[in-house]
């Protein structure tokens, strides 16, 4: 901490510090992040109706499904996102997911609510899903992120958290595989925990929470698995961000 934080410390002792960037902030509109940090964030404001990525450049969909979508309509009705994991936003959504940081899941849960109000709240949503993560993985980092989203965004609005998915495959780092090889790599890589009633999401409608969306193949595995094995009526998916889709 430099020495000007250091006193300003002293002499405002009782303002609140910022999650994102460790600074004292006078107002936030989102508790726990500062308004300079969320100036910085990149939202979606426009994105593809079905898969909810920005795409660069815009002008190119104009409220049609973005390439991906058109090529291959995704097993949800819809997913939404927070803001593009890019610059800023994805430097502390990394911090998040690998920094130990457990404590950003509030204000990102915050960003969530907005979404959840605008997108979903008419959709009748039953419970909220985390995607789950490997057991050896959730061994190494503490905690698994989705999972503190969920269940803190449940929490503010009224809705049931079911954390009841397993991941039986470990499967490998998603990021280096290609789209087909995604599929492939997760075919058969969710189950339900033992013990859970097998009829539990019949009819339901589901919405599934994930940290990072990348190319939506998790998010469709899923909800592959919740429609067709589990017999949902619905899925939708909330991410706190998900990576643009680049047209050329
Ligand atoms: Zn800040
Ligand atoms: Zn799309």
Redesign the pocket.
């Known amino acids: 901490m430099k020495v000007l934080d250091i006193l300003k410390d002293l002499v405002y002792p009782e303002k609140p510090v910022c999650l994102a960037c460790g600074r004292r902030y006078d107002h936030s509109e989102i508790k726990a992040i500062c308004d300079r940090c969320l100036a910085k964030f990149s939202f979606i404001t426009e994105a ?1 109706p ?2 909810g ?1 920005e795409v660069i450049p815009a002008a190119l969909i104009e409220g049609h ?2 390439p ?2 058109e090529k291959e309509k995704p097993p949800y009705n819809f997913a939404r996102s927070v803001f593009s994991y890019a610059g800023y936003a994805r430097e502390v959504l990394l911090e998040y997911k690998y920094g130990h940081r457990p404590d950003l899941a509030k204000p990102f849960s915050r960003l969530l609510r907005l979404y959840y109000a605008e997108y979903f709240q008419k959709e009748a949503i039953d419970y909220l899903i985390p995607v789950p993560m490997h057991g050896d993985r959730r061994t190494y980092r503490g905690y698994n992120q989705a999972a503190l989203l969920a269940e803190n965004l449940a929490g503010k609005i009224n809705k049931e958290y079911k954390d009841v998915l397993l991941r039986v495959k470990n499967s490998l780092p998603l990021y280096a595989l290609t789209k087909k090889a995604r599929k492939l790599e997760l075919e058969g890589a969710f189950a339900l925990k033992d013990g859970v009633d097998p009829s539990i999401f019949k009819d339901k409608n589901l919405l599934i929470i994930d940290d990072i969306m990348t190319t939506g193949t998790t998010s469709a595995e899923i909800s592959h698995f919740v429609l067709k094995e589990m017999g949902a009526a619905n899925v939708y998916v909330l991410t706190t961000a998900s990576v643009p ?1 680049k047209i050329n």
Do not use: F, I
């Open positions: 593809c079905l898969c990525r499904p973005c991906e979508c889709v």
